[in-house]
């Protein structure tokens, strides 16, 4: 492997709303960024931190003159702060890991991301965006309902309180949702079933579907709300590879390339659904284009260990992925 000089683009939680635990949810501590940090370096390449804020990254982009970035950063403010970065490098012309701009913003926006979805027939919960507390309920969205902020990920704003089987309890969440965060809400229609989350890889232009790991609530919990993803070790246990019939794991991997297909996704993904109890269809629910790589904790490093990889495999693999995709390496052969 040729020695390489890359990047690493992160944020990391700074303590700006400590009355709000959950303000800076998307945000890893700097363990995390070091254990990237020596992943790359396992590889033989050289590594530059550049933390993505306004005072710091662009001076550093320039001075260090990197030949690629491990872009890891989840920006810092609006729906499309996760395309800031890549937005950034592709101005200057620098290569990068994972999705473009377009794909980053679209993504994480999911409202947006059900919308493009639609357009290929693949389902989705009905769903409806309040963008105000004047903003009515349609009448034909049918309770029970999950509300999220529709521009987050890490279950942020997703409290105890979020799934509401009435207008009562409807109500009640909304203005709180409104009152600390004052950002468009997702509703979407609650499919009772079971929850799978399914990590993709990109190996040169195809997809690579990991084993599906299925999601089982306990101690009374029934969804991913933040308290229940930080205290996951308690709240849920994982099963992966799922132990599901063919048939299903069959539907939910063509599900799985055909939305990395749709939104163009690039190196790396996860995506969570629901298979309903009801009609036995997978529903999409949201896709993680960078999802988190908290060490022994996060989904896509549990699942990719169940495929076999370490760590720092994993974190190569997206690497060298890209440099394939830029010229920087030959094709990669598995």
């Not at 937005?87 to 409202?111: E, M």
């Not at 309040?130 to 309770?143: A, E, G, P, V």
């Not at 309890?169 to 799978?196: A, D, Q």
Request: aromatic share 10%.
């Amino acid at each position: 492997m040729v020695s390489t000089k890359v990047g690493l683009a992160y944020n990391v939680q700074r303590g700006v709303r400590p009355d709000v635990e959950d303000w800076e949810a998307e945000y890893d501590s700097m363990e995390v960024v070091m254990d990237i940090k020596q992943s790359i370096e396992s590889g033989g390449h050289e590594v530059v931190l550049m933390e993505a804020v306004p005072e710091k990254f662009i001076p550093t982009l320039l001075n260090e003159r990197v030949d690629i970035v491990y872009n890891f950063a989840e920006g810092t403010f609006g729906r499309a702060r996760e395309a800031q970065v890549p937005a950034i490098l592709s101005f200057y012309g620098i290569p990068y890991t994972g999705s473009d701009a377009t794909t980053l913003a679209v993504c994480l926006d999911k409202a947006l991301t059900k919308q493009v979805l639609l357009t290929k027939d693949i389902r989705t919960p009905r769903f409806q965006v309040i963008r105000s507390l004047n903003d009515k309920l349609r009448k034909n969205m049918r309770f029970p309902l999950i509300l999220k902020l529709n521009a987050e990920g890490s279950s942020k704003g997703i409290s105890e309180t979020g799934l509401v089987h009435d207008m009562v309890e409807y109500r009640k969440e909304i203005e709180r949702l409104f009152s600390i965060y004052n950002e468009p809400v997702l509703v979407e229609e609650y499919i009772r079933g079971k929850e799978f989350t399914i990590g993709v890889l990109q190996e040169g232009n195809k997809y690579r579907v990991l084993p599906i790991m299925e999601i089982h609530f306990k101690h009374g919990k029934e969804f991913y709300s933040y308290k229940v993803k930080k205290n996951s070790d308690y709240y849920v246990d994982y099963t992966c590879p799922a132990k599901i019939d063919p048939v299903l794991e069959r539907k939910l991997t063509s599900m799985a390339i055909k939305v990395c297909k749709s939104l163009d996704i690039k190196d790396v993904a996860r995506i969570d659904l629901r298979v309903s109890q009801e009609d036995g269809n997978p529903y999409f629910l949201e896709i993680n284009p960078l999802p988190g790589m908290v060490r022994g904790f996060s989904d896509l490093p549990r699942i990719a260990e169940a495929a076999g990889f370490t760590y720092e495999e994993l974190v190569l693999h997206i690497l060298e992925n890209a440099m394939q995709r830029y010229g920087l390496i030959q094709p990669i052969h598995v």
